[in-house]
């Protein structure tokens, strides 16, 4: 059966949903009650009328950002090999998280059945799990036994709310410390040791900057606060989804990363930079030290980019008071409420997480497994350098998920602003951590 492979636009058509449970046969879990409750049985349990025959195979569609690579339809193939039962489609959404998010709001919110398997942001589940978009899945994984500690931690923190799982992390990333080997000797272990050697070694080497990250009003600007108060033992908010931002410990993280943005290390404009302005920095010679995400490492290699091929190194990044902690970014899996398959779907989200699936995307898409095991596969190590390096496993380890909550944008929204006056010196660390608290708290209370 050849595969459907298409888009989605702009303009979404939505369908009558029909909701669905956690259907299942045999020990999976219970179909009576599920299939009671929504008064339909999954289609492999149907039979053809009057024939007493199995019904036609089961089409599931999987929606994900578009993949340039031949990783998901190599990932399909192997999966309908394994499940010639089950048919799989994949729809394409814009790369753009933006536009995604708001696509599958639109068509979740309108209880459409047609998706079964959708990949999530890794700051998506909370918000798609109290809106009731997704299933969730403890009694899947406790049923087949699947075993979360083989997991970059991480990744499946990101998709726990509420003390249960929504969804499974599929590919992670996290910050990066991207350093000059021809200039640097020693490897900075502390927020304190990178400042004082970004400051002696800028101008070397033809350097312009000693340090590069992201400063412009952005999420970008989120992550590095969050980067910063993880550092010192701080957090944004408490097990309860309140405001903990204003506390010693993110004091000290919010006032390591104003000294770092206003000393004479960082470009006088770091207001003004994202990932973009901060790889080029770096790929063109004008950066000792940068913090990125790990797809820097392949421009910065590569000789008709980059003007430092071969003096790239990586560490993670470096540690305040209490740790390394290094944003969490990535995408995971999760099943619709709404999908009229959901014992079907599962079995193929079970299979996007398992070893097999995530080394099929880790080889042939290079994007970063969060199965552990993968790590020390010949195979994956030779897809990317990075997989081989124990610095870049150590950096995903220390990844901390951005807060988990539902109102995550509306924060995140309130962290750039009041970060970015304390940064131009508008406001105190002190005023902006209180404003921040009593902003965060109202917005929860909502």
């Not at 053809?48 to 089409?59: R, T």
């Not at 979740?108 to 109290?130: C, H, I, M, R, T």
């Not at 071969?310 to 995971?332: E, F």
Request: proline fraction near 5%.
């Amino acid at each position: 059966m050849s595969k459907k492979w298409w888009s989605a636009g702009s303009a979404v058509t939505l369908a009558g949903g029909l909701l669905a449970g956690c259907g299942g046969t045999g020990d999976d879990v219970n179909p009576a009650a599920d299939t009671a409750s929504n008064g339909q049985a999954s289609a492999s349990e149907q039979t053809q009328a009057g024939g007493g025959q199995p019904a036609s195979k089961v089409k599931i569609v999987f929606g994900q950002g578009a993949d340039q690579t031949d990783g998901t339809k190599k990932l399909v193939e192997a999966f309908e090999a394994k499940h010639p039962e089950i048919d799989v489609d994949v729809r394409e959404f814009p790369n753009d998280s933006t536009q995604m998010h708001d696509q599958l709001v639109t068509i979740l919110g309108g209880k459409s059945p047609e998706l079964d398997v959708v990949n999530l942001d890794v700051v998506w589940p909370a918000e798609f799990a109290q809106a009731g978009f997704l299933l969730p899945l403890d009694r899947y994984i406790q049923n087949d036994g699947l075993d979360l500690s083989q997991y970059l931690e991480g990744g499946v923190n990101a998709g726990n709310y509420n003390g249960q799982q929504w969804a499974l992390p599929r590919y992670n990333n996290s910050g990066l410390l991207y350093y000059r080997t021809d200039l640097v000797k020693e490897v900075p272990k502390t927020w304190d040791e990178l400042l004082k050697q970004a400051e002696e070694l800028k101008g070397k080497g033809g350097t312009q900057y000693g340090y590069v990250s992201q400063g412009k009003q952005y999420e970008g600007l989120t992550v590095g606060f969050t980067e910063l108060v993880g550092a010192y033992g701080g957090t944004i908010l408490d097990e309860n989804g309140r405001s903990a931002v204003n506390s010693p410990e993110a004091l000290k993280g919010l006032k390591k990363l104003i000294e770092i943005y206003t000393s004479p290390a960082v470009p006088s404009n770091i207001n003004t930079f994202t990932e973009k302005e901060t790889l080029n920095a770096f790929i063109e010679g004008r950066a000792v030290f940068a913090r990125h995400w790990p797809a820097l490492y392949a421009q910065a290699n590569d000789p008709s980019k980059s003007k430092v091929v071969g003096k790239v190194g990586i560490a993670p990044l470096p540690a305040g008071d209490a740790r390394s902690a290094a944003a969490l970014g990535g995408w995971l899996g999760a099943i619709s409420k709404y999908s009229e398959h959901p014992k079907e779907a599962w079995e193929f989200l079970k299979f996007l997480v398992s070893e097999e699936g995530e080394k099929i995307i880790a080889v042939n898409s290079t994007q970063t497994p969060t199965y552990l095991k993968l790590f020390d596969d010949a195979e994956v190590q030779q897809a990317s350098p990075l997989f081989a390096s124990r610095d870049f496993v150590n950096g995903l380890k220390s990844a901390v998920p951005r807060a988990i909550t539902p109102d995550y944008a509306k924060i995140s929204g309130l962290i750039q602003v009041e970060v970015s006056k304390a940064i131009a010196g508008q406001q105190t660390p002190e005023q902006a951590l209180a404003n921040l608290e009593k902003q965060i708290d109202q917005n929860a209370a909502k």
